[in-house]
């Protein structure tokens, strides 16, 4: 079942260049997807667009088979509940000034899910590995690795179909990346997963399929295993050979 389709999507800013050229892609429940590309290539605007917080310029975007539709608010709230996000840094991601509890809670509330609160973010916590008495305290007495767990529960609460990762390990060192790695392997026997990454050794790990882009545009796409044993063209070739490798969690 397709959960995200992008059809012939173009993006441009305003009267500007054309960042994203003819985009074809789909979201399938069960398999995760990783989109990789170099700063530049046009990942930060794939983004906005599956987050529907862009329209394209051209083409389509549709949600379990419905075109998305911002006008909808009915149709936006199933749709935000369905799809959530993890940005890059656990220092500006969280809100100093409040506890992790209405942290987590935030997106409960926002998208007025009827759930018991409390027990929805210790469940949350425990998704991620924290103790319960997390709730009760604030994101400076955390790691960054910590942090990072945060806001995955943040994300994960409302139960989401589809969680969107945006170089979500990359302002980690070493050892916490590899954790966060073992975490979203675990979190992707329950939703689906697409990763947003430079790192082309870090999304094979977790993903079904690759999408490699280019100056905006799709350059390679296929299986991971596929695209990692035999790269086809040239920018994936470079790609691969500048990666440090994560270790194997298969």
């Known amino acids: 079942m397709s959960l995200i389709d992008l059809t012939a999507v173009s993006f441009s800013y305003g009267r500007g260049r054309r960042v994203l050229d003819g985009i074809d892609l789909r979201i399938e429940a069960g398999r995760n997807l990783g989109i990789v590309g170099e700063s530049g290539s046009g990942k930060t605007t794939i983004l906005r667009l599956l ?4 329209l394209p310029t051209t083409g389509r975007i549709a949600f379990n088979g419905a075109p998305l539709d911002p006008g909808n608010r009915s149709f936006m709230r ?4 369905a799809v959530q996000a993890v940005f890059q840094d656990p ?3 969280l809100d100093p000034r409040q506890k992790i509890a209405d ?3 935030e997106p409960l509330r926002s998208l007025n899910v009827e759930t018991d ?9 425990a998704s991620v590995d924290l103790p319960p008495d997390a709730a009760q305290r604030y994101p400076h007495e955390f790691s960054g690795g910590q942090r990072q767990r945060i806001a995955i529960a943040r994300a994960i609460v409302s139960r989401p179909e589809l969680l969107l990762a945006d170089e979500v390990v990359s302002a ?10 073992e975490l979203l392997k675990t979190l992707s026997e329950k939703m689906t997963l697409v990763l947003v990454s430079h790192d082309i050794g870090f999304v094979a790990l977790l993903c079904h399929d690759l999408i490699i882009l280019e ?3 799709v350059v390679e796409q296929g299986p991971a295993g596929s695209i990692l044993s035999s790269p086809q063209h040239p920018y994936t070739q470079r790609l691969l050979a500048s990666t440090p490798r994560l270790p194997d969690f298969a």
């Open 51 to 54: 987050l529907g917080l862009a």
């Open 78 to 81: 199933d749709f935000r509940r």
């Open 91 to 93: 220092y500006s991601s």
């Open 103 to 105: 942290i987590i809670a």
């Open 117 to 125: 609160i409390s027990a929805a973010v210790a469940g949350a916590l």
């Open 172 to 181: 980690l060192d070493l050892t916490t990346r590899i954790r966060i790695v």
């Open 215 to 217: 100056k905006g545009r």
